[in-house]
């Protein structure tokens, strides 16, 4: 199913009545019934979630100072994103509209807008950013991620510009490869390369090892660049250990890569620069 729990508003409204005032047999089922749609979903660790939802729909809603209000919309956001904090909002205010229609209880100083809402919801996000993580886990980070992880690593980890050779497929590109001799992890920034029409051809990485012969370079791997593509990071996949790189070469082959490279069409060469 798409989405998660928190665009379910029957049920998050039963987490916050379990986390706060309790649910009855026949709500507890329901609640059962709806987490099941959701595979991450289990009630224990929603319960932090519900209460301290439930204290932010029952703060005063006395509008807080701008430059505060701002602060925490900042982090709020830094912490979950935009949507997370509107979601939460959005839950705040209308769990808050619900117990005042029950109870015909109005807050005193009531002012109109939404601000000290966003900031209320805000301030939560910051206060439960320890749980929250632990129900909507972070997207695996991105290649570029980990390449500058990578590059940050310091001493041994090989860095060497690309510069484009004479054929014309590589005119004007650029970029650079950073690879670890001891993980043997190792990422490409290609800039302005070509894009290959797939079904036809495709990049192909080569890693000349200087403790290997020359004429079959370690196979590093087959990539594509798609159209409209001018930046993109493309992961090293060495298919053999590589002891001490000494040249990194992108050619174009057929589709699917092949196993020796004629070494026609070389677009693009990394190797260490001696000053």
């Not at 939802?53 to 100072?65: D, F, G, T």
């Not at 991620?145 to 004479?166: C, I, K, M, N, Y």
């Not at 054929?167 to 990422?187: E, L, M, W």
């Not at 290609?190 to 290997?212: A, C, G």
Request: charged fraction near 25%.
């Amino acid at each position: 199913m798409n989405g998660t729990f928190l665009d379910d508003e029957r049920c998050v409204d039963l987490l916050i009545q379990e986390a706060t005032t309790g649910l009855d047999e026949a709500e507890a089922t329901e609640l059962d019934g709806l987490l099941a749609r959701y595979p991450d979903a289990r009630r224990g660790a929603f319960e932090p979630a519900a209460a301290a939802v439930a204290l932010a729909a029952r703060l005063p809603v006395e509008p807080l100072p701008a430059k505060l209000c701002a602060r925490l919309l900042t982090q709020g956001e830094a912490q979950l994103g935009v949507h997370g904090v509107e979601k939460i909002a959005d839950i705040a205010v209308a769990r808050r509209a619900r117990d005042e229609a029950a109870t015909g209880v109005v807050p005193a100083r009531r002012r109109p807008g939404a601000l000290s809402w966003w900031a209320t919801a805000a301030a939560v996000m910051i206060a439960i950013a320890g749980w929250y993580p632990r129900l909507f886990p972070p997207s695996a980070p991105s290649a570029a991620d980990l390449r500058a992880q990578l590059l940050a690593t310091g001493p041994g980890v090989v860095h060497w510009e690309f510069t484009p050779t004479s054929d014309p497929d590589g005119a004007g590109a650029s970029g650079d490869v950073v690879f670890d001799r001891t993980s043997q992890r190792g990422y490409m920034h290609l800039h302005n390369l070509k894009p290959n029409e797939r079904r036809l051809v495709e990049y192909q990485l080569w890693i000349f090892d200087s403790t290997r012969d020359d004429r079959y370079p370690v196979d590093g791997g087959v990539f594509d660049i798609p159209a409209g593509s001018t930046d993109v990071v493309v992961p090293i996949t060495a298919r053999v250990r590589v002891g001490a790189p000494a040249l990194f070469a992108v050619t174009v082959e057929r589709a699917g890569g092949v196993v020796v490279s004629g070494r026609e069409h070389i677009v693009v060469v990394a190797k260490p620069t001696h000053t």
